[in-house]
């Protein structure tokens, strides 16, 4: 339907209508400003909220010993990507349909403003025209009147026998002239009826339905606009919904792999002294004249419920002196800064537990690996680059990098020293015998955990060369102190030491003892059984008292398991007996067998 047709005489209310359009595009642009506005600040504060509970840079490694607090931080990663989507949301919108609503505004101004003066244009030559039609209706008017007064005139006078013939005819031909005048003014006022009525007719059939039509035309323009930029805004919105779902499902993974039984394990990891629990306190006698103290017979150290690092007592202590806390809701605290306040950390880190003592030297021991390995790399492109160099001359000179590639050899061997040295405290300290009832299972977390670090100490050497028997405490006798002799320990608490065999005495002992069978349950002369078969995935020379040498791929018996110190005592087809480092064998018992 045309407004041209159906709405001919309502050139007034289409120009007020249009306007209102112009005005509704103008309210869409404020809506618009407003939600990006909106999508900002949401986003901004989403992104401050996650700033202000992420861990400090400091705090990101105890984040990631539990699981309850590593996810929460997972969480926080994901709040962020999705504040992301929502400034993606306000930039397209401002980008592009703000932008486009901003555009239609101005094209729709001007084109109004040329339909309206095209409208008054058309309206102005239709007034002009039915007033010059007015005017030669008026000029007829009057024609006709004093056409038809000189015609009475004329009548009366022919009438009138006083009057002469001359003052007749005078009357006569004033009645002709106006006649004549009349009859212009008749033809004149026809003429202009006949223009006017053909021009009101192309005003009302072609001139102001064309203007109409242009106005329509911007109209529906208008609203064919505002149809597609709210499905502009809805497809802006439903481009990033994908990407939330995927932040929302990170959530939710999160939530998933929290674990309570991990966090358990996590919280004995960290905080386990390896100490053993103190014996039962002696009977005081005071009839006796002496009391003997044995309160430290079983390896504990005195005092070790009140100096024990990461004790409820200690950190009562120390609460008070700590401000404020780190990580989510300060719950996170730094042991070092809270139970050694003012006092640095032992090169060996002897000042701490033997448990996190451990962990302590291969977390440096990792760290030292980490770094050869990121400067060979960097070697082996130096040694790639100079063989480039020396057949090419053209690209450049290989004796530039001779002293590049000597640095990076000696930075490489002061990294191994200072590995080594660590790998040396590690040897010592499992080379200390363990107190007696504390024997591990050579199956526990620990035991398996310690034969994976000394693997791995053990393939970190550099090509061509043999690995490295991590746990070879006589490696380093001359700058470390031997583990203490039976008569220290015996002095200090009466405990039971787990020695290795001296060589001779073990070949001595063998001399008697006949060939072996496979079978489990086989013992020797001093009461170890065969529990299982090993095989050696290195060569060993056999550097100290009471070890055996083996060589690579060579099968021997187990007698007994790993305790802990990185040893286990094996008997070869030669029946040859002795201790090998576990990492340098691959077991298998055979109560694996029977499960």
């Known amino acids: 339907m045309s407004w041209g047709t159906e709405l001919w005489d309502q050139y007034d209310t289409i120009a007020t209508h249009t306007q209102k359009g112009i005005d509704f595009c103008e309210r869409f642009t404020h809506f618009l400003k407003d939600r990006c506005s909106i999508e900002l600040k949401y986003a901004s504060e989403l992104k401050k909220l996650v700033k202000s509970y992420q861990p400090k840079k400091k705090e990101e490694e105890e984040y990631q010993q539990y699981s309850w607090a590593a996810r929460f931080w997972d969480v926080l990663k994901e709040l962020h990507d999705l504040a992301g989507q929502h400034e993606v949301i306000a930039e397209n919108t401002q980008g592009q349909v703000l932008k486009d609503v901003q555009s239609l505004i101005s094209e729709m101004k001007q084109q109004r403003r040329k339909d309206l003066q095209d409208g008054a244009k058309v309206q102005d030559q239709l007034k002009e025209s039915l007033a010059k039609l007015d005017k030669s209706r008026r000029n007829y008017e009057k024609a006709f009147k004093m056409a038809e007064k000189a015609t009475d005139d004329y009548r009366k006078a022919d009438a009138d026998i006083n009057l002469s013939r001359a003052e007749v005819e005078k009357t006569r031909n004033m009645m002709m002239i106006k006649n004549n005048q009349c009859d212009e003014s008749k033809n004149e006022y026809a003429a202009q009826l006949q223009q006017t009525n053909q021009h009101q007719r192309d005003h009302y059939t072609q001139q102001m339905p064309s203007v109409f ?3 329509q035309s911007m109209e529906e323009n208008r609203i064919n606009k505002i149809k597609s930029m709210v499905k502009q805004i809805a497809d802006i919105e439903r481009s990033v919904v994908p990407i939330i779902n995927t932040c929302i499902d990170g959530m939710v993974k999160a939530s998933d792999g929290i674990s309570a039984e991990e966090d358990s394990k996590a919280v004995i990891d960290k905080y386990k002294s390896g100490f053993p629990i103190p014996a039962d306190i002696p009977f005081e006698d005071l009839s006796n004249s002496s009391v003997i103290d044995t309160s430290n017979a079983n390896g504990t150290p005195k005092n070790s419920l009140d100096n024990r690092k990461g004790t409820v007592s200690d950190k009562k202590k120390n609460r008070k002196d700590k401000k404020g806390g780190g990580g989510l809701f300060g719950i996170f605290t730094s042991s070092k800064a809270t139970i050694n306040k003012g006092e640095e950390s032992k090169e060996d880190f002897s000042d701490l537990p033997p448990n996190q003592q451990r962990k302590a030297l291969n977390r440096k021991i990792d760290e ?3 770094e050869i390995a990121r400067e060979t790399a960097e070697r082996e492109g130096m040694l790639k680059m100079k063989d480039v160099y020396v057949n ?10 001779e002293k590049k590639i000597e640095e990076n050899a000696q930075k490489i061997d002061s990294l191994q020293a200072e590995m080594r040295k660590y790998q ?9 015998p363990s107190p007696v009832g504390q024997r ?16 791995e100490m053990s393939q970190t050497s550099l090509p061509g060369q043999p690995p490295v028997a991590a746990n070879e405490p006589e490696v380093y006798t001359d700058e470390w102190p031997e583990p203490p002799s039976d008569e220290e320990f ?5 405990v039971e030491i787990r020695k290795k065999p001296d060589k001779k005495a073990i070949d001595d002992e063998e001399d008697h003892v006949g060939e072996f069978e496979h079978a489990e349950g086989d013992f020797d002369e001093e009461g170890f059984p065969v529990i299982g078969t090993c095989r050696a995935l290195y060569i060993y020379e056999a550097g100290n008292e009471g070890s055996v040498a083996m060589t690579e791929g060579e099968e021997m018996f187990v007698l007994e398991q790993d305790q802990g110190d ?3 005592r094996v008997r070869k087809h030669d029946n040859s007996e002795g201790f090998v480092p576990t990492s340098y064998i691959q077991c298998h018992f055979y109560d694996q067998d029977e499960v």
Do not use: C, V
């Open 490 to 494: 015996e002095e200090e608490g009466t």
């Open 424 to 432: 040396g405290y590690l040897a010592n300290m499992d080379a200390k």
């Open 566 to 568: 990185g040893w286990t």
């Open 368 to 370: 030292f690996k980490k």
């Open 213 to 215: 039509q242009q106005m």
């Open 440 to 455: 591990r299972n050579s199956l526990s977390d620990d035991s398996i955990s310690q034969s994976s670090t000394n693997m």
């Open 392 to 401: 090419n001359p053209a690209l450049g000179d290989p004796n530039a990098l």
